[in-house]
């Protein structure tokens, strides 16, 4: 079955900071991996989606890796803005019939200007 | 390009009773989501459609829970009788999903239920 954890649940960080969010699941068998964003009372935000013949994806200042093998993916956020304050999910895609999205939990995220 | 839409926005209803959601997915988009989002965790994958037919509804409790797509493109949701572990946000999802890929899911902004 699987699973997918997000680590830290939930992060504090001065503005302009870089960071890194984690996220691994247990089952490397998956088709494709996004990362989302959730602001409060909101739905979710596609940020970047790593299909899994891939390793990273970009968009502005924005990265995220994939590595399959080893079960674990990282949002790279570069110069962090409060306006970066939201919840961050990832989210696999299952590599059978279906597709089955799974999300992990999220990590909290609050930039302090 | 119009979002997902979904309605209503809020809804408070007591356990045993009835409810449904509604959700009208971009246009074009052949791919429906509905997830349930309980405070504090991930979004759980209810059930998909591609276009009317259903691709997985595993983790939909069929006793109580029922969902449709009939033509193609709207959907509804609905929970009978509801219990007191409903309380989430109800959230649904469209993709493309023409080309065997899963395209970015692109989210309405949810119904939140609360079950008194």
Redesign the interface.
């Known amino acids: 079955k699987q699973e997918?954890t997000q680590i830290p649940a939930a992060l504090s960080v001065p503005e302009g900071e870089n960071l890194v969010l984690n996220c691994s699941f247990t089952d490397s068998a998956i088709?494709?991996l996004?990362w989302?964003r959730q602001d409060p009372?909101?739905?979710?935000?596609?940020l970047l989606?790593i299909?899994s013949s891939q390793r990273e994806q970009t968009s502005g200042r924005l990265n995220a890796s994939l590595d399959k093998s080893s079960g674990r993916s990282t949002l790279y956020i570069a110069a962090s803005q409060p306006g970066d304050s939201a919840t961050y999910?990832c989210?696999v895609?299952g590599d059978t019939?279906?597709?089955?999205?799974?999300?992990?939990?999220?990590t909290r995220l609050f930039v302090k200007a | 390009e119009a979002g997902v839409a979904q309605s209503p926005r809020y809804k408070i209803i007591e356990k045993r009773q009835s409810v449904a959601f509604w959700c009208n997915p971009i246009s074009g988009h052949a791919t429906l989501y509905w997830y349930q989002q309980i405070l504090g965790q991930g979004p759980k994958l209810l059930i998909q459609f591609q276009n009317n037919g259903v691709v997985d509804d595993s983790q939909l409790p069929k006793d109580r829970f029922s969902a449709e797509r009939l033509k193609g493109v709207d959907s509804t949701l609905k929970i009978q009788p509801a219990k007191l572990e409903d309380s989430a946000v109800y959230l649904c999802a469209s993709s493309v999903g023409h080309s065997g890929f899963v395209e970015p899911q692109h989210f309405g902004d949810g119904t939140r239920l609360s079950i008194l």
């Open positions: 997918v088709y494709n996004q989302f009372g909101k739905g979710l935000t596609s989606l299909q999910l989210a895609g019939g279906g597709f089955k999205t799974i999300f992990g939990a999220g």
